[in-house]
């Protein structure tokens, strides 16, 4: 079993920056991928960033975050980080991160592990 805990959410006005942390217990989480979703209200759930497991050399990320969003790893705090600036309102969303066994995956059926959320919201 993995378990997720995210944190580091909040209120914050267009164009600032929150990172989120998403911190992992149970099995080692090295060998996993992690990804990051989120979900607005009256939306479905969609796909942020992911990071490989391993030395994460590899990450994706969804079009609406490129250049603003960076995804990372800390393998030896067992913890993701998901770096958000230039933030706008429509980022605002429960964020989520998720895990799988080592390899990126986009959509939320592909994850096996998921943390409680946590709220991101951004002021006009």
């Known amino acids: 079993q993995v378990q997720l805990v995210e944190s580091g959410g909040g209120l914050v006005q267009a164009g600032g920056s929150l990172r989120l942390s998403c911190a992992a217990s149970?099995?080692?989480?090295?060998?996993?991928?992690t990804g990051w979703f989120r979900q607005a209200p009256g939306k479905e759930r969609e796909f942020v960033a992911g990071?490989?497991?391993?030395?994460?050399?590899?990450?994706r990320y969804a079009d609406s975050v490129k250049g603003r969003f960076t995804i990372s790893r800390d393998n030896a705090k067992n913890t993701v980080y998901l770096e958000m600036n230039s933030l706008k309102p429509e980022d605002t969303a429960v964020y989520y991160c998720?895990?799988?066994?080592?390899?990126?995956?986009?959509?939320?059926?592909?994850?096996?592990?998921w943390g409680q959320g946590t709220q991101v919201t951004v002021s006009s």
């Open positions: 998720a895990a799988r066994y080592y390899h990126i995956a986009t959509t939320s059926d592909e994850f096996g592990y």
């Open positions: 990071i490989r497991g391993g030395s994460g050399g590899n990450t």
């Open positions: 149970g099995r080692t989480f090295t060998n996993y991928a």
